[in-house]
């Protein structure tokens, strides 16, 4: 076997005489899955807030994603597809994001002085961005391995048991916050480290990104507790029946499934 | 003894340094700066307004040559000047010009077509040739028949020492930065580098060069009012008077600038003027025109400033808490005018004084601005007096700028002498016989006589404040030796500043460490700006007539007869409190032009005896060659043997091709 | 002339003293009362109590009209100049610190020169003309007159170190070129005369001390002295780097 390139990365020559391509494509990678996340997440958000239509609602979405609609028949197995993917992206994002963490001791406690010192809006935010993505190493990890075990647990009932009974609201409550902050931070970063949106005046459409940015936050926060408490409420009237299906009234059953 | 060995030892990181060393170091010789800061923060960096270099790009720069800068020259020195190396000065400015545009300075550049301009308060549409699309702009500075002055918006010493001084970097030049030279270590005939403080753990070392050069600007804050930065307190100056031998030039010949904002002295750029903006009274009244029909606002620096200060003397100028003072009205160029080529100004008067150029005047007042003397060189930069030492920039007195220095022909000077002083310098070392043979004996003698007076500082026993001190020089001198001048005045403050001087000597120190101590600084600087002063002082006592800068009001008239020659200031012993003047004759039989009227200012002088004659020889050679320029030139003064071969040649422009 | 209202103010300044020569110093804050002054800036304020307090305090001032960028230091927690900030448009209470992240000398003076000079050394902030030479005695190379404006524009950096003093990047990581270095690459991509290619400049702003260092928190942009886009520009930067980075 030829060693010769590991002997040669291995003394720290592997950048000559030119540079290597792969921060310029980690750097896309972790915008690029920053992104998908994002918009992911908010996704993410009005499926599960459908709760507040109705528990019918909720269900059809829950369906819809399982192929019901279009296959006359769930397929949980696809929510898990959807799960395995935003859980490689994820894991991608979060490695690459590590970059930019404080690597030790004597960079976090820079840090943290010069945020205190400066206070200055964006780069709070950026702070706020770290831990809550730090957050979300365990909290998503979680989340999304119950997710993928367990795709056909998506329902009225089904997601209100684990909310209350199983008790994940804790859970869900801190991953709502961490998730709203560091999306919609990372949105917005997104477009000023692009140069997205950007215009004519620089200043002037960072000033409204900022805005919209705020606003969205709060609305997706809102919509969440909301979710979140309606689900709450659902599991506890249900916590007698856990484990008990949601059907709606209107969907004739399965003559196949009956016959199980 | 820690010793530094270099070939060509730079003191001073400016425009002037930078290009020297440049110039050294690209013909093999090791070039190394010192700097009192970080080069690109040097006050070249203040220069705003732009370069002459007689380009012609721009219409109404049409038919502008090296001839008609020469002239505006020597009539803006007031035939101070030595007029081959103004020759040499504007014949090598388009070749700086050029070199500083390939180097990548972001001149603003022509754009073809129709323009609105201001100009005598009026609106002018100006019709710029196709030809001259994309190549440098000129625009109007004082005491110019033609618009010269090639700039970078009003950013043009910013743009141009951010260029130079990464062309020093890319040629691996190293300097040495927050280090101050304290003297010149020389045996009386021979200067062999200098005594160097580290200003930030103050150790005292020597650096030895084959050829030392000193490029640390202007001296304008012996005065109280002054546009310069605070680095720019002439200790260059004091350390070559200090070695008894070289001599400083002209010392009395100080530049007022018309317009530092009022009250704290902050330079606008005489681009304001020279792109149409107007000087205004307490009534709103232009009053320039009443004084000077011909240049109104936009006659030379010493001419305009002595107006506006006559008119305040009127009771015309507006009273403000802070004293009183003239306007400046940009407000006529309109917004986007401002906005980019006025950006500078318009951040000054925004931070300064809440003012927005926009919409308000500006209040200005007359400040110190430039010193037109200093270390006498011949034409190659080398001071005649000690061999091995050069001095390039405001630091020299070259001499081309005489009594008066022109707008926009300082950061000129500062490329040109460097380009030059660059050639020169290097020519000198690569002679053999110039090598020296360091005596390293005498080199110790020089760094223990400083140690020895640092420590004097803060062991013996003094009681004087050095602050105090400064403080009174200064306001001494912005009282008694401004643009105004009188022979009581000035034997006042020659009076006082000995007493000073004395005092001076007996300086002890509140906080008395040898590193990095500001009072320290002051106190061994005073010491060194006083002579300085003196210098200035006393030779402006001297002088009795006024050319230029320097007016006398007991002697309002220029006296060629008695006083066309230069100034040379000596000090001669350490215990001397007065500086040693001796004059050298300016020689009218070889002037290519003969003293005369400026064009502006005053029309009566006293002739010298030898001008009619002078002036009958050269119209003969005139009107003998009147169809080749250079042919005339060459006829009326040779100079190019002066410059370095590589600057030889004519320069082209769109209307003069070769 | 704008007229102050609260001109006679006693101004307390509250300066962080340190000196790191001397072994045994402890960083403190000293404060030093003054009465405000009619159009007073710092510059005017720490030289007077330089002149009649206190002689060994140390700062940096050359130009005082904020074109040198040499008195760069944190004014109430943020980097500016001093030279410039006026003190009625502060508290009554005025702290100040060095910039953080350069070399310190002592108190208020930081060696912002001797990093500048490093960044420039690496990333060759100079026109490379490509051993094309120019004839001094011709006509000058015709350029693009609103081109030769944009250059200016970002040529405009004082190197006052501001923006790297906010930058959390360079906080954390000392070898982060900052903005100033960005901008720079920026300003000698867009000129004509600089002969480099994008490869070039990926070879010296391509990785994590470069432009994909950038965490793009943006203090740079919002210190500014001189207002430099930096924002834009170092987005358009990481564009192209990107796109050199990922092509073939």
């Known amino acids: 076997m030829d060693s010769t390139p590991n002997v040669i990365a291995g003394v720290g020559l592997a950048d000559r005489p030119r540079k290597s391509r ?30 507040l239509l109705g528990k019918d609602a909720m269900w059809s979405i829950t369906k819809m994603f399982e192929g019901y609609f279009f296959f006359g028949k769930a397929y949980p197995g696809a929510v898990s597809v959807i799960v395995g993917a935003i859980f490689a992206i994820l894991i991608v994002h979060a490695f690459l994001a590590m970059r930019k963490f404080p690597a030790n001791y004597t960079q976090y406690r820079t840090f943290i002085g010069h ?30 391995y119950q997710m993928l075990m367990h795709p056909g647990d998506i329902g009225p009932y089904e997601s209100a048991d684990r909310v209350w009974s199983g008790r994940w609201w804790p859970l869900y409550l801190v991953a709502l916050f961490a998730v709203e902050l560091h999306g919609g931070i990372g949105l917005y970063r997104l477009c000023v480290k692009w140069g997205w949106l950007e215009g004519k005046d620089a200043n002037a459409s960072r000033k409204r990104l900022k805005t919209l940015k705020w606003v969205l936050t709060v609305f997706f926060i809102a919509l969440g507790l909301a979710t979140l408490a309606a689900y709450m409420k659902i599991g506890y009237d249900h916590r007698d029946r856990v484990g008990e299906r949601y059907t709606p009234s209107w969907v004739v059953p399965n003559p196949m499934e009956k016959a199980k | 003894m820690k010793i530094v060995y270099t070939d060509v030892l730079v003191i001073g990181g400016g425009l002037a340094g930078l290009r020297l060393a440049i110039g050294a170091k690209r013909r093999g010789h090791d070039a190394l700066i010192l700097s009192l800061v970080p080069a690109k923060r040097s006050h070249s960096k203040a220069a705003q307004g732009g370069m002459q270099a007689s380009l012609g790009n721009v219409a109404k720069g049409q038919g502008d040559t090296e001839d008609v800068h020469f002239e505006d020259t020597v009539r803006g020195s007031d035939w101070g000047a030595d007029q081959e190396v103004v020759r040499m000065f504007v014949n090598t400015a388009p070749k700086a010009v050029r070199e500083l545009a390939a180097w990548g300075v972001p001149w603003s550049r022509v754009r073809k077509g129709d323009r609105e301009v201001i100009i005598n308060g009026q609106k002018v549409t100006i019709t710029e040739r196709d030809e001259a699309h994309g190549l440098i702009a000129q625009r109007d500075f004082g005491g110019t028949k033609k618009w010269r002055t090639c700039y970078a918006a009003d950013g043009t010493g910013h743009a141009m020492i951010n260029t130079v001084a990464d062309q020093a970097i890319a040629d691996s030049i190293p300097v040495h930065e927050r280090k101050e030279a304290l003297s010149l270590i020389h045996d009386g005939s021979r200067c062999y580098g200098a005594v160097v403080r580290d200003l930030i753990t103050g150790e005292v070392s020597a650096y030895v060069a084959t050829a030392t050069a000193i490029c640390t600007g202007g001296a304008g804050r012996v005065y109280r009012t002054t546009t310069n930065a605070v680095i720019c307190e002439g ?25 530092g904002i009022f009250p704290a002295g902050i330079l606008v750029t005489e681009g304001c003027r020279g792109d149409g903006g107007l000087l205004k009274d307490v009534d709103g009244h232009r009053f320039m025109p009443d004084y000077e029909p011909e240049k109104k606002e936009l006659a030379s620096r010493d001419v305009v400033s002595r107006r506006m200060e006559e008119h305040i003397k009127k009771g015309k100028g507006h009273k403000s808490r802070f004293g009183e003072h003239i306007w400046l009205d940009i407000t006529l160029l309109g917004e986007k005018h401002i906005h980019t080529n006025l950006r500078e100004v318009w951040d000054i008067c925004h931070y300064f004084l809440g003012v927005d150029p926009v919409k308000e005047m500006i209040p200005v007042r007359p400040a110190q601005h430039y010193t037109m003397g200093g270390v006498r060189t011949d034409p190659s930069g080398q001071s005649p007096t000690l061999k091995g030492l050069f001095s390039a920039g405001e630091a020299a007195c070259w001499d081309m700028h005489g009594f008066n220095r022109l707008g926009g022909n300082s950061v000129a000077e500062t490329v040109v002498a460097g380009m030059i002083v660059g050639e020169t310098i290097a020519d000198y070392c690569d002679k053999l ?31 004087e404040d050095a602050s105090l001190i400064k403080g009174e020089m200064q306001d001494l001198m912005t009282a008694k030796v401004g643009i105004f001048r009188t022979g009581k005045d000035l034997e006042e403050a020659v009076d006082k500043l000995q007493k000073l001087l004395v005092r001076s000597r007996s300086i002890g120190l509140r906080s008395p460490s040898l590193g990095a101590n500001p009072e320290l600084v002051t106190a061994y600087r005073v010491q060194r700006m006083l002579k300085i002063a003196l210098s200035i002082a006393y030779g402006a006592a001297v002088r009795t007539e006024s050319r230029g800068a320097h007016f006398r009001e007991d002697f309002p008239r220029r006296n060629d007869a008695e006083w066309l020659k230069r100034t040379l200031a000596t000090w001669k012993s350490e215990s001397d409190t007065l500086p040693t003047l001796a004059y050298e004759p300016l020689d009218v039989t070889r002037m290519e032009l003969p003293p005369g009227w400026r064009g502006y200012g005053a029309k009566d002088y006293i002739d010298h005896p030898d001008t009619p004659e002078r002036q009958k020889a050269v119209e003969a050679i005139r009107a003998q060659y009147a169809s080749d320029r250079f042919a005339m030139q060459k006829a009326l003064m040779p100079y190019e043997h002066l410059l370095p071969e590589v600057l030889r040649g004519k320069n082209e422009r769109i209307d003069e091709r070769f | 002339m704008a007229e102050t209202s609260n001109s006679h103010r006693k101004l307390r300044i509250h300066a962080l003293r340190y000196n790191p020569a001397k072994a045994d110093d402890t960083p403190r804050i000293q404060t030093y009362e003054l009465e405000e002054a009619p159009g007073m800036t710092l510059f005017i304020a720490l030289s007077e109590i330089r002149e009649k307090q206190d002689p060994s305090l140390q700062f940096d001032f050359v130009c005082r009209a904020g074109i040198c960028g040499s008195c760069g230091m944190m004014i109430n927690g943020l980097p500016g100049l001093a030279c410039r900030t006026v003190t009625k448009d502060l508290p009554a209470d005025i702290s100040l610190a060095p910039l953080p992240f350069f070399e310190l000398i002592g108190d208020l003076s930081v060696n912002t020169g001797k990093w500048m000079r490093g960044m420039s050394e690496k990333l060759e902030t100079w026109v490379h003309s490509m051993g094309q030479s120019t004839d001094l005695k011709r006509i000058e190379e015709a350029m693009d007159p609103a081109l030769a404006e944009e250059v200016y524009e970002l040529d405009r950096c004082i190197e006052c170190g501001c923006c790297v003093a906010s930058c959390g990047t360079a906080r954390m990581r000392k070898d982060f070129v900052g903005a100033v270095g960005l901008n720079k690459m920026a300003r000698f991509r867009l000129d004509p005369r600089d002969k480099r290619t994008d490869a070039d400049f990926y070879e010296l702003v391509g990785d994590d001390n470069g432009v994909f260092g950038c965490m793009s928190l943006l203090a740079c942009h919002d210190v500014c002295p001189k207002n430099l886009p930096l924002q834009t520009q170092i987005a358009f930067l990481r564009r192209k780097m990107v796109l050199q980075g990922t092509k073939g």
């Open chain 1, 22 to 51: 792969w921060p310029a494509r980690m750097d896309l990678a972790q915008s690029a899955t920053g992104l998908v996340l994002g918009l992911f997440m908010w996704g993410h958000m009005f499926f599960v807030s459908s709760i």
């Open chain 2, 433 to 463: 016989a110039n090598t020296p043979t360091v005596p390293l004996g005498l080199v110790r003698e020089f760094v223990e006589r400083e140690q020895a007076k640092l420590a004097a500082f803060t062991k013996g026993g003094g009681r």
């Open chain 2, 235 to 259: 200790i260059g100056h004091a350390i070559a008077l200090e070695t008894g031998v070289s001599a400083l030039g002209n010392m009395e010949a100080v530049q007022f600038h018309p317009t």
């Open chain 1, 115 to 144: 945020r205190k010192l400066m206070a200055h809006e964006d780069t709070t935010l950026w702070w706020v961005q770290a831990i809550t993505g730090f957050l979300l190493f365990f909290i998503a990890a979680v989340h999304l």
